[in-house]
Nanobody
Framework: QVQLVESGGGLVQPGGSLRLSCAAAGFDFSLNGMRWFRQVPGKERELVASIISSGTSTYYTDPVRGRFVISRDNAKNAVYLQMNNLKPEDTAVYYC????????WGRGTQVTVSS
């Protein structure tokens, strides 16, 4: 059974940091690219960052480039999103997505940036 479980969300003040984790199970993690999306109520889910199966290439959407870092550990079947210098506009539910051989989603973790 394919599973993606996000963790690490929470409430943080502007300028703070959070590290999201996504634990994968039930598929060959090392053969799939991984992505982080986010969504706020009333808006479409947007791509935040992606990393290819080998981990050697990454992509970031403009609003987060230079502040967020995506990484993966294929030995642990996990992908991470280090979020630094967080802003109120980063508030959203963050979702982990596996793409390539499969297309699977986690249930999301809430990130709230507020003073």
């Amino acid at each position: 059974q394919v599973q993606l479980v996000e963790s690490g969300g929470g409430l943080v003040q502007p300028g703070g940091s959070l590290r999201l984790s996504c634990a994968a199970a039930g598929f060959d993690f090392s053969l799939n690219g991984m992505r982080w999306f986010r969504q706020v109520p009333g808006k479409e889910r947007e791509l935040v960052a992606s990393i290819i199966s080998s981990g050697t290439s990454t992509y970031y959407t403009d609003p987060v480039r230079g502040r967020f870092v995506i990484s993966r550990d294929n030995a642990k079947n996990a992908v991470y999103l280090q979020m630094n210098n967080l802003k109120p506009e980063d508030t959203a539910v963050y979702y982990c997505n596996a793409w390539g051989k499969i297309n699977a989603w986690g249930r999301g973790t809430q990130v709230t940036v507020s003073s």
